[in-house]
């Protein structure tokens, strides 16, 4: 059985190749443009991952009928059952070894480690050993430690191109949810104002102004929160025709139709209680939609240069990263500013139709290739919206901001000497620190610089959502 296993997920790997990536990549590497080839890998690994969990999910379901076809009054699901348990490793494995390839891009492209990403990243490791146990179920049962060491290992060799990590909170998008502003209100660090929220620095006015919070619904963590892949479970094929529009007959054709002779199915595999990933909903719907509930209300609908081909538009699953380097001393003063670069790029592929990856709600495989998009595309974290996971952000946002929605700074000002996001909600209150902000920026905006790549690039720009 495990050979089995082990046979699928070789074949898996084999025909991934087919991915004309390599190519790209190499391609990339002689434009010495860092971001774009380290997002390019992760991305790789992204379609690589989604289309393994794809070959997966074929397996599983040949698993399971010959195991009614063996023995239909006791059948033995176990093969199935250990499949699923590999898929559970696949979603967590694949993007880090996307992250790992990803520090490698960026380092063959002279970008070197940056102090500050390295200790970012092994905080949260740090985080996920000792305070996910407590906080998140495990979607199997060692899956905390292997992520843990998954994140020291990559962080290990020194972080050159930082993603950011998705949020176990479906709804993140208003100031007070991002970990990013409060950080920036406590280290002073009036950039990060400029390129993010330099509107909200220049007309605050007051406590009483903010929207209110979006409700915070909490997910579980089924993938890697570094270059996610939003998927799902499912516990029978018959649940996705709630999920998705489709029959379970239908799902089971094309699971047929993706293995090599296709198979006939004993009808009662739709029926038996198995773990099939699945696309979620949330994520990989329409590309324009997604784009959309990212933008601001008043932005309008995203530039795109040309229509979106129908089977590419989809959000789903894409990579953002940021690297950093120290620009050429200007020739004025001869002061060397970092400069910022924050590139995106998306594994693309579509199903025989051709219509796009997600549109049976199952995992299949479908990507064949990787493209950079536009930053402002693009639905996955960036370093600079730095959500944080451990357990004092989560009572911070849990219980600390209802109460200052509701009485402002007064109510928690006993909680400052424990909480360091309350504390730095009271320093936001003072009107003379945002005077002395704005005072900064009116001098010295210019060393914010935030660059897209050079010529040749095509993926980044400044990114301010
Ligand atoms: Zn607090």
């Not at 490791?125 to 199997?140: F, G």
């Not at 996610?228 to 999920?243: I, Q």
């Amino acid at each position: 059985m495990i050979f089995l296993i082990m046979v699928v997920v070789i074949l898996a790997f084999v025909a991934l190749w087919n991915f004309d990536l390599h190519k790209i990549i190499y391609v990339k590497t002689l434009t010495r443009n860092a971001g774009d080839g380290a997002a390019l890998a992760a991305a790789r690994w992204q379609g690589v991952s989604l289309n393994l969990l794809g070959e997966l999910n074929v397996a599983q379901a040949v698993a399971i009928n010959n195991a009614l076809v063996a023995n239909p009054q006791k059948p033995d699901f176990s093969e199935a059952r250990a499949i699923a348990d590999l898929q559970a490793r696949v979603c967590f494995a694949g993007p880090m070894l996307g992250f790992a390839a990803a520090q490698q891009a960026a380092k063959n492209n002279n970008v070197y480690v940056d102090t500050n990403f390295t200790q970012e990243v092994l905080a949260h490791a740090s985080i996920v050993q000792n305070e996910y146990p407590a906080l998140y179920a495990p979607p199997y049962s060692t899956a905390w430690s292997d992520y843990a060491n998954m994140i020291n290992t990559v962080a290990g060799d020194g972080i050159a191109a930082l993603p950011g990590a998705q949020s176990p909170y479906t709804s993140m998008h208003h100031m007070l949810l991002n970990s990013a502003f409060y950080r920036a209100i406590a280290s002073q660090n009036w950039c990060w104002f400029y390129n993010n929220a330099y509107t909200l620095l220049q007309t605050y006015g007051g406590w009483q102004t903010w929207a209110p919070l979006p409700p915070l619904a909490r997910r579980s963590i089924i993938t890697s929160e570094y270059f996610p892949l939003n998927v799902t479970t499912e516990p029978s094929l018959d649940d996705l025709e709630y999920t998705f529009g489709n029959s379970a007959a239908t799902v089971l054709q094309q699971l047929g139709a993706a293995h090599n002779p296709p198979v006939q199915w004993s009808p009662a595999v739709a029926q038996v209680g198995a773990t099939w990933y699945c696309y979620e909903p949330g994520y990989w719907t329409t590309w324009d939609a997604v784009i959309q509930s990212n933008r601001q209300a008043n932005a309008g609908p995203f530039p795109f240069i040309s229509t979106i081909r129908p089977q590419y538009n989809y959000g789903g699953a894409d990579a953002g990263l940021t690297v950093r380097a120290d620009a050429p001393p200007t020739l004025f003063n001869q002061k060397q500013y970092a400069v910022t670069w924050v590139v995106a790029a998306k594994p693309f592929g579509y199903l025989d139709g051709p219509v796009s990856p997600q549109t049976y709600g199952i995992i299949l495989p479908a990507f064949h290739d990787v493209r950079l998009i536009p930053v402002d595309a693009a639905i996955s974290p960036f370093a600079d919206d730095a959500f944080s996971y451990g357990a004092s952000w989560i009572e911070h946002i849990t219980t600390h901001l209802p109460v200052y929605m509701q009485s402002g700074p007064a109510g928690i000002q006993g909680l400052a000497a424990s909480c360091g996001y309350c504390a730095a909600l009271i320093t936001w209150e003072n009107p003379g620190f945002r005077q002395t902000g704005l005072t900064w920026l009116q001098q010295y905006s210019t060393n914010c610089i935030v660059h897209g790549p050079g010529p040749g690039g095509s993926g980044g720009t400044s990114h301010g959502h």
